[in-house]
Antibody, heavy 119, light 110 residues
């Protein structure tokens, strides 16, 4: 059974870089037909797509976050990562990693990790 | 890329049917047959309920169905059960492997 697990600091200072990793088990991150992505959910609010990564390594970003976001893959470790620069309190959220079927729907999700931006 | 529009809340009694709408534009909902729906219980990760407008993943009850007309997609839940009480989010493909979510709808089973 495919499993995704997010890891990274739970507290980040304003203006610094948020860095998270998603470890994938039970399946290969290089499997064709699947993309991999990050979604976030501020406390009490809705879901926001951040970025996706194809099996070939192509990257796709939410236009509203594109200037601050980098998504990358480590195929040897079967992991993919998210970096979000210059964070503010508005970036406080639960960050989830997920698998995308055909690059357009999220069929497997990690449990999510809360990242708080605060000094 | 603006969020899709969903009603903030809907409600229904056990056994009844409810429909949640999701309105976008020609650039997302109206332009592709790639709308998905997610159920989220408090403190839990979202769960895929419908993809590609009408398709149900294995294990999702056939009480859940999806449809689309123009720029509006809909999720219908028939034979409401207490465990259906949750937040529901729509999501649409918006071209070049980008997607956009709706603001979410809270379903209350009375």
């Amino acid at each position: 059974q495919l499993q995704l697990q997010e890891s990274g600091p739970g507290l980040v200072k304003p203006s610094e870089t948020l860095s998270l990793t998603c470890s994938v088990s039970g399946g290969s991150i290089t499997s064709s037909s699947y993309f991999w992505g990050w979604i976030r959910q501020p406390p009490g609010k809705g879901l926001e797509w951040i970025a996706s990564l194809s099996y070939s390594g192509s990257t796709y970003y939410n236009p509203s976050l594109k200037s601050r976001v980098t998504i990358s893959v480590d195929t040897f470790k079967n992991q993919f990562s998210l970096k979000l620069d210059s964070v503010t309190a508005a970036d406080t959220a639960v960050y989830c990693c997920a698998r995308l079927g055909s690059g357009r729907f999220f069929d497997f999700w990690g449990q999510g990790t809360l990242v708080t931006v605060s000094s | 890329q603006s969020a899709l529009t969903q009603p903030r809340s809907v409600s229904g009694s056990p056994g009844q049917s409810v429909t949640i709408s999701c309105t976008g534009t020609r650039s997302d909902v109206g332009g592709y047959n790639y709308v998905s729906w997610y159920q989220q219980h408090p403190g839990k990760a979202p769960k895929l309920m419908i993809y590609d407008v009408t398709k149900r993943p294995s294990g999702v009850p056939d009480r859940f169905s999806g449809s689309k007309s123009g720029n509006t997609a809909s999720l219908t839940i028939s034979g409401l059960q207490a465990e259906d009480e949750a937040d529901y989010y729509c999501c649409s493909y918006a071209g070049t492997y980008t997607v956009v979510f709706g603001g979410g709808t809270k379903l209350t089973v009375l």
